[in-house]
């Protein structure tokens, strides 16, 4: 039952607030001045103080930096003549969460109890959030995969077995799901822990460029190779060598990469000298890697080779329930990094977090927690500080209809303009909800500019392009 400690000088006035919030099914309880307030908030916890602001000895100002002192997850309410707003205002700066006005008005009042009473119960289940996170991690094992889930303790479970093996991981998964944060952990309870773990994005390098990445290069190996280079593996030996995207690379590197992890062997470009390879390899994709195999995109033999313990990272979607934890873990982050007093989400914004379909996983989670954080302009996190894609729409998502034999490039556009609009602007989040590429959008942003100006839009041939909606 929620608590409320009612503070003034004046016997009448505690008498009276007694009776309005008994009414209300509260616990009251009640002191004659600061000092008196601050020995029974000493002895029982109160989610609220209401307190006059004028008072002799200790004032209502004095009191309220006392309790903020004391248990700073309390709520206070002033009490003011309107004679001296002001003072209330300086009083709200200095932490209260509401003032009313003498005289006072009892919807007013009981209005104010009630928010403050909502703020302190989303608090506190915000510090429910951490402490569980806090036991989650235990014993200080250094980096933790947050969540609670049947899926994600299965995923741990697996995890904990296979770790202080040496062999080969192979993790699959939406993107944005955590695979580096599943291999980091992997080579964190390994027993080449004490090694380095060195992450390749195979995607993001090119495949001139790969070869060397991975194996290194000797000095007049290509134009530009000055200096003997050291490899991935190089770095790696003793540790984890975690190649993520592992089906973008090209066939040449594959029989390269095959050879190192059936003989363990391998030469640097340009260079004949063979050096053996002493590094436990986890590759990640986020492609359906059956059927790469099947479409001839990766090596069977490799596949065989990469895929001896398989370990599949969940989408979000999958694991709802562990959307508060995480939310709660971003929000002390981001509150922290930004030099925020954010602490707590509005049972509404926790609501829209958990009902969202998250396409994006928790890449997506992550970026939406550190964007309300930083526009949020209170303690709490409402709806409105979260991205467009994850408010909830008045009446659900817009519907579109046309007209039958409207032409494709108007439906096209028209589809894409209102779900930009749904994702507040976001392309990465709209590209999702469409199943293309943010690329994509900006390309087609392009070509409607430049068709409204009356240019051609260069699409070529439409066959060409391989993510048309």
Excluded at 88 to 101: I, N, Q, R, W
Excluded at 272 to 291: K, Q, S
Aim: glycine letters at 8%; aromatic letters at 4%; a negative charge.
């Amino acid at each position: 039952m929620p608590k409320v400690l009612v503070v003034d000088d004046e016997e009448a006035n505690r008498v009276t607030l007694e009776r309005i919030i008994q009414r209300e099914g509260w616990e009251v309880m009640h002191a004659p001045d600061g000092r008196a307030g601050i020995d029974r908030l000493r002895r029982e916890p109160v989610d609220v103080v209401l307190t006059d602001l004028k008072m002799p000895g200790m004032s209502g100002l004095e009191l309220l930096r006392a309790v903020k002192s004391l248990a700073p997850d309390v709520e206070v309410i002033v009490m003011t003549a309107f004679g001296t707003v002001e003072t209330a205002v300086e009083a709200m700066k200095e932490g209260a969460y509401d003032y009313v006005t003498k005289p006072l008005r009892r919807q007013e009042l009981v209005g104010s109890l009630r928010k403050a009473f909502e703020k302190r119960g989303l608090i506190l289940e915000n510090q429910r959030l951490r402490d569980a996170l806090a036991q989650e991690r235990g014993g200080g094992r250094g980096e933790e995969l947050v969540g609670s889930s049947l899926a994600m303790r299965a995923l741990m479970e697996e995890l904990q077995q296979i770790a202080p093996t040496d062999a080969s991981v192979l993790l699959t998964g939406e993107s944005g799901t955590g695979k580096s944060r599943v291999a980091r952990l992997l080579h964190q309870r390994s027993r080449r822990a004490a090694g380095r773990l060195i992450t390749v994005n195979c995607a993001a390098i090119p495949e001139s460029l790969l070869e060397s990445e991975l194996f290194g290069h000797e000095a007049g190996a290509f134009t530009g190779a000055v200096a003997r280079k050291e490899g991935r593996f190089d770095l790696a030996r003793g540790g984890t060598l975690f190649l993520d995207e592992i089906t973008e690379i090209s066939p040449l590197i594959q029989v390269k990469l095959l050879r190192v992890l059936q003989e363990g062997e391998y030469e640097r470009v340009g260079g004949t000298v063979t050096h053996r390879a002493d590094a436990r390899i986890i590759a990640a994709t986020n492609r359906d890697i059956d059927a790469a195999v099947r479409s001839g995109r990766l090596r069977e033999d490799l596949y065989y080779r990469l895929d001896v313990i398989r370990l599949r990272v969940p989408p979000l979607r999958e694991r709802a329930e562990d959307v508060p934890l995480l939310a709660a873990t971003f929000l002390d982050r981001f509150a922290t990094k930004n030099n925020k007093v954010v602490r707590a989400f509005t049972a509404e914004a926790l609501d829209a977090l958990t009902q969202h379909s998250w396409p994006g996983n928790v890449r997506e989670l992550e970026n939406a927690i550190e964007r309300a954080v930083v526009l949020a302009r209170g303690e709490l996190i409402g709806v409105d500080d979260l991205p467009g894609a994850v408010r909830p729409l008045a009446g659900g998502r817009a519907a579109l209809s046309f007209v039958v034999g409207t032409p494709l490039k108007v439906v096209e556009r028209k589809m894409i303009e209102e779900t930009l609009r749904h994702a507040g602007g976001d392309k990465v989040l709209a590209g999702n909800l469409l199943g293309i590429t943010a690329r994509t959008l900006y390309r087609r942003e392009a070509e409607w500019a430049a068709a409204d100006r009356g240019e051609p839009s260069g699409d070529g041939d439409p066959a060409q392009n391989d993510d048309l909606i």
